[in-house]
């Protein structure tokens, strides 16, 4: 049931790449610990201390000796992948007792693409058109899965009830309607002319009007969470919006020095994927709780879900298919930008280094940018990264109260990490 | 653009007074000039500085270092950033300044939850001064946004299409930029009741883009098939419902009746339709050649006109005028219009809302930025 890469990843893990990792999840929860990061997190060094199969690795690596972030004593990432919470491996033999987070959430998302129609209403038949064009019913629907499931499991924990609240519902849509109008716009920054599968609506309708339809997209969603009524709600999911357009300008721009590269790069991601995925897990929990630790721990299961999913998106430009993930292979590296797998890559080669400043522009820098990521660990660090994300994440979540949808919630994370497409 | 936008900053820190609206595009900009001045004085706010924090940011400041590479290209955005500067007809900051005016010709609220007067600075609560600088934002977003190039209508003799395609990107993000920024304001405002309203307007804008036919008065293009009353109904959606549901939430703001909503959105709402028609107009009466061959199409003169002949005669026209040289053709169309009755009823629909804003303003008590109102609603009627 896992992808082979990280199967393969997880045997073949050598200290290089453990080590790298584990440097480097010291680091970023050093760098992002003054941003959104709550007190607890803990650095990984010292979940790794608390762990009584860890192994001290003490010598540095060969490849890259003078990297700044072989500073600290090395651990085995292994240990973490077989602490109790760990879900991801060994518990392949009882998979129907496992909650299904998409069966979970069917009942209240049965009628969501219809209801976003609904709110779409717009006389212009031509802009109707545009905007109902994603809402086809045959996106993931990913956030709001997780926005209902984080609902019921805050009810729950607050009330012993998980009834659904209609706020709670809203925002489930509100998540998918900002999360597509900000398809629409990437798709013509990016000058794609697929998605899912289909046609790109600035392929068909042109950029002039896609943009517009995103525009319209946003403000119909502005709307509907206004008409919740709660201020604090509202200030909430407008933070997504804004924190969409920096992400956006933030991939405009490459780092000289590594370091601030990778920070750059989780901080992007952030903005770009988690922010909206976070944000909204926390606007759930506050309109159920009025506890600002309940508001911090919804919040944080939706940040660290969302760098770990966008890591494995990121991941799966490499690995996947050009059919499977709906886009070319190695879009990314076409579009200039240097993801997780290559900036990993870039401690074993440092060649890259040259291609990444100059964004994959020379002839070939593409082809030879694949064949070094390919050749580097880099895909499986980018997994590991993604996995230790996913143990936040599960550790967040696990401070509520257990209900089926909490589990279902845990249970999210192994599917984010072995989907494949 | 960096230097566009510096420019901008420059000028406004240092020269105010050389400043120089033309806000409405009129015969007389020196009266217009002088109604806004004396707008100004009375919100006790420079209303150039609105957007300022915005203009200011690193992200837009990255965008101009960008699209500095784009000045000698044909892409809309830079002279969308050269209004920006250059304040002509952009009217840029007008809606902000009608904002604050009629926050302040209502004056403090008596209801018992209103926010309280002793935050007020010049007769404004800062919350209303907030909105104003949101209505820009948004205002602005849209000059940029619309301004986005199809790039399968662009032609290699065009230019290259590289620049095209990053003229769009740079379009893109700055206006997503200014809207994101007003999303947060909107959301700072603690009123959920004006972030839907505020946030329908802009809703209503990209409707009323869509209405808009896109193309340029470079060729000769047939009249959209709509009765002056549509006409209307689109240009309310993409030129006055930003204004009129910005003046409606300034009252809810400090929690007057709904009233006054209603006639603030009143206001706002005949300002801005009596502004579309003074400038439609524009092109038919005044005596200057470059008008005779570039007006629209779907201007209300010629709607006006299409009603009154009727819509196949007009078609009519417009293919014997096609067959001709372009600029003798576009002369010949103008002749016709400018001879009819489209341009005194388009005259007369002009003075209709400008009254009506009147009408609206009138019943707010009397005041100095009540007066500043009057004056500007009976500008707009000037031809």
Known sequence: ?421 | MTLLFGRKTCDRLIGRCVRRLNLFSTPSPSNWTKVVSDAEKIVGYPTSFMSLRCLLSDELSNVALHVRKLVDTRHPLINTARGFVFDNKNNLQMRGLVVLLISKAAGPSLAADAPLEQDMVSGIYPSQRNLAEITELIHSAFLVHRGIVNLKDWTTSDGPLNDMQFGNKMAVLSGDFLLANACTGLAQLNNTKVVELISSAIGDLVQGIYYENNRTGEEINITDDVPIGSWQDHTFLSHGALLAKSCQAAMELAHHEMRSQTLAFQYGKHLSLGHKLNSDVQAFVKENTCDRTSFNFNSAPVILHQQFVGREQWICEINKARSRHHDAGYSELWRIVKSGKGVDSAIDLCHYHGNKALEAIKCFPPSEARSALENIATAVTNL
């Open chain 1, 1 to 421: 049931m896992a992808v082979p890469v990280r199967q393969c990843g997880l045997c073949r893990a050598g200290n290089h790449g453990v080590t790298l990792l584990t440097a480097l999840c010291a680091q970023f929860s050093r760098l992002a610990g003054s941003a959104a990061v709550s007190p607890r997190w803990p650095s990984l060094s010292a979940t790794a201390q608390s762990l009584s199969t860890c192994q001290v690795i003490s010598r540095k690596t060969q490849m890259t000796p003078d990297s700044l972030f072989f500073r600290k004593p090395y651990f085995y990432y292994r240990s973490l992948l077989t602490t109790p919470n760990a879900c991801c491996y060994n518990k392949v033999h009882d998979e129907k007792q496992k909650p299904d987070p998409f069966k979970l959430a069917q009942k209240d998302l049965k009628d969501l693409y219809e209801d976003i129609k609904k709110e779409l209403f717009v006389s212009k038949a031509e802009l109707k058109c545009l905007c109902d064009y994603y809402f086809d019913g045959k996106g993931k629907a990913l956030r709001p899965m997780i926005v209902v499931l984080m609902a019921r499991a805050c009810n729950f924990h607050s009330n012993k009830t998980r009834e659904l609240l209609p706020g709670q519902r809203s925002i489930a849509m509100i998540s998918e309607m900002i999360h597509t109008a900000s398809l629409v716009h990437d798709d013509v920054i990016d000058g794609s002319s697929t998605r899912r599968g289909k046609t790109t609506v600035n392929e068909i309708w042109g950029e002039r009007k896609a943009i517009l339809a995103g525009d319209f997209i946003l403000s119909v969603a502005s709307m509907a969470l206004a008409r919740i009524g709660n201020n604090s709600v509202v200030s909430v999911l407008s933070q997504v919006i804004e924190d969409l357009v920096r992400g956006e300008f933030m991939q405009l721009g490459s780092k000289e020095n590594e370091n601030e590269r990778f920070k750059h790069y989780l901080e992007k991601t952030f903005k770009k994927t988690a922010s909206l995925i976070a944000n909204s897990c926390k606007a759930v929990s506050i309109l159920v709780n009025s506890d600002p630790e309940i508001h911090e721990i919804a919040f944080q299961y939706g940040r660290n879900v969302g760098i770990a999913f966008q890591l494995v998106d990121d991941m799966l430009d490499f690995t996947s298919s050009a059919n499977q993930l709906g886009k070319p292979s190695a879009a990314d590296l076409r579009l200039g930008l240097a993801t997780g797998p290559v900036l990993f890559a870039c401690q074993q080669f440092p060649e890259l280094h040259a291609m990444i400043m100059r964004r994959f522009s020379s002839a070939g820098d593409v082809e030879r940018a694949w064949q070094y990521v390919m050749q580097s660990d880099g895909v499986q660090q980018t997994s590991y990264l993604a996995q230790h994300y996913c143990q936040e994440a599960i550790r967040q979540i696990s401070q509520l109260c257990p209900s089926p949808e909490r589990d279902a919630l845990v249970q999210l994370t192994e599917t984010i990490l072995t989907r494949n497409k």
